[in-house]
């Protein structure tokens, strides 16, 4: 899955589709070639759509896309000094577009792209403003009467070099993304069809259409994405309020945590078209990458609630970057947050969250729940909020530290080297995290007892009550015994025999295919960072009966439990993060 997934391009292509999305938006060859200042011209171009961040920087400047002119394609229309084309009819004439090329090490051309500007004068604010009050379907033919002629000089020159339209990458940010919208809708019957199979990727349009050829990507509560329906605004106050009606050919639960949404009341005038503080929402092409280069990526879909940092760095050490809810449309399923290559603060809140701090010194915390943890490089630092005393901790002796509270909810956390608890009197105690238990400047706190295997085939038995069972990679056999264990089989196919105690069975990621005896209905099944979820979290959706067993699949991956039918589980026997 993904996010950003497109067409059949898998989890690497789709990623690809959006970095070259964003070098497009963000690339300003002819600039640079005259200044030779390469990093400050596209930090001034990417500041425009939100944070300076050093993954988009870097991806932009190797892009290798390059500007085309007119006399290249052949086109006689109205072009300016920086290659620039504009509009071709009346109405249309302030519309802009730019046509870049990427060619291979012997100068061959492989790909095209074609990329639309958003709002740049009052003409554009013009013809955003009549679609407010025209009927469905005005802006339909956008790019049909701005760029007939050139996209007609387009789809030529890349016949005349051997390419077709799946070497097309079409792109726009705002009015633009209108524009990527109408060309995709306009495709089949304009220009010889020929862009009919071109891949479309808009940004903060305003208008997305159903049209499956275009993914839509955009912020929830940016006042411009998805304000109008079908080229159509739903209604005046939809329009100028929140406007968060799910679409389907766009992302719709992508939250962009900037100062006004941590700070500005929860309220329909907040999320206005006409208020300016609003639109710091619109665009945003830092974030977005980060989610595309997220090690969580793989995990998400179309609709996944993501919450991405966009804090400016004074406000990072005071502001928790969470999921407020401060928005019309309810957020279901696990939370994906994901911070800045600096120092950022992370919360998750009561449900199934995944936590990524990506560079600097970052601190965590969770309300419960099921959740990952990843620290990244730098000095990070978990918030647990409780006594220890309440918590069982883990070490599984390959770098991962295991948290499970009263409750029964587990966080695995990786490269966080620092644990905050509540001790008596609301008191603070930092621990360092170590090999050997949880250091303080006093003593030390020996993890709960576990049963550890290796690279290899184990075979683990449960020595104590509450013991926590890591078989690691290979195929494992895991006894369980009259006490209530935590079983984490790892990878490879594993055999697990559970015990008489309330047990807990944790799978994650690519666990393999897994069998099961002695489940009995106190047990519970977690599955965390597995494959093939959606946000509804039903475990109907991936249980069937085989014979007198049940098999519980993720993608490639599977749990059978020995003579359990599926009419014996319920709710309380899954968790599926």
Do not use: C
Request: charged share 15%.
């Amino acid at each position: 899955m993904g996010v950003f997934d497109y067409k059949s391009f898998g989890l690497a292509g789709s990623k690809d589709v959006i970095f070259d999305s964003l070098a497009l938006i963000g690339s300003v060859p002819s600039v640079v070639r005259a200044t030779g200042d390469v990093l400050g011209d596209l930090t001034n171009k990417i500041t425009a759509y939100g944070p300076t961040d050093s993954l988009i920087l870097e991806k932009m400047v190797h892009s290798e896309w390059q500007l085309l002119t007119a006399s290249t394609l052949g086109y006689d229309g109205v072009v300016d000094a920086k290659g620039t084309f504009f509009g071709e009819s009346v109405g249309y004439t302030t519309a802009e577009s730019q046509i870049f090329g990427k060619y291979d090490a012997n100068g061959k051309l492989n790909e095209l792209g074609v990329v639309f500007n958003g709002t740049n004068d009052g003409g554009d604010w013009a013809y955003n403003l009549s679609l407010l009050t025209s009927p469905a379907g005005t802006a339909t033919n956008y790019v049909g009467e701005a760029f007939d002629g050139l996209l007609g000089d387009v789809a030529r020159y890349a016949q005349a070099n051997g390419l077709s339209a799946a070497d097309v990458l079409v792109t726009g940010l705002s009015l633009g993304g209108l524009a990527v919208n109408s060309m995709a809708d306009l495709s089949a019957d304009y220009w010889s069809g020929f862009f009919k199979d071109a891949n479309y990727v808009a940004f903060a349009s305003p208008a997305p259409s159903p049209n499956d050829k275009v993914l839509n990507v955009g912020y929830e509560q940016d006042p411009v994405f998805r304000v109008l329906d079908s080229y159509a605004p739903r209604n005046l106050q939809e329009t100028l309020g929140v406007h968060d009606a799910p679409q389907e050919s766009a992302t719709n639960n992508i939250v962009n945590f900037n100062e006004v949404y941590a700070l500005g009341s929860v309220s329909e005038a907040m999320f206005s078209i006409i208020n300016p503080l609003a639109w710091e929402s619109h665009g945003g092409g830092g974030g977005f990458a980060r989610i595309a280069d997220s090690a969580f990526y793989d995990l998400t879909s179309k609709d996944s609630t993501i919450v991405v940092s966009n804090l400016l760095e004074a406000t990072r050490g005071s502001l928790w970057v969470q999921d407020l809810g401060n928005y019309a449309e309810p957020h279901v399923g696990s939370t994906f947050i994901i911070g800045t290559d600096t120092s950022d603060s992370l919360q998750g809140g009561i449900g199934n969250d995944y936590l990524e701090g990506r560079d600097g010194n970052d601190n965590f915390r969770d309300a419960g729940g099921y959740n990952v943890i990843l620290g990244g490089s730098g000095n990070n630092t978990l918030y647990v909020q409780e006594s220890t005393n309440n918590l069982s901790i883990a070490n599984d002796g390959a770098g991962i530290l295991y948290i499970k509270d009263a409750y029964g909810g587990i966080t695995t956390t990786k490269d966080v080297g620092a644990l905050v608890s509540k001790e008596s009197g609301s008191l603070d105690v930092m621990h360092s995290v170590t090999d050997q238990g949880l250091l303080t400047e006093n003593s030390l706190t020996d993890y709960a007892a576990s049963v550890k295997g290796g690279a290899g085939g184990d075979i683990l038995i449960a020595q104590t009550d509450g013991d926590w069972m890591f078989g690691q990679n290979g195929d494992d056999v895991l006894f369980g015994s009259q006490g209530s264990e935590v079983f984490v089989g790892g990878e490879g196919n594993d055999v697990t025999v559970a015990g008489s105690g309330n047990d807990t069975l944790l799978f994650s990621g690519d666990f393999g295919r897994d069998t099961v005896f002695g489940f009995q209905s106190s047990d519970k099944l977690v599955f965390v960072g597995v494959g093939d979820v959606d946000e509804k979290y039903n475990y109907i959706d991936h249980a069937q009966t085989a014979g007198f067993n049940t098999v519980v699949t993720f993608g490639d991956n599977a749990v059978t439990l020995v003579g359990v039918g599926l009419g014996n589980l319920s709710l309380d026997n899954f968790a599926i993060a």
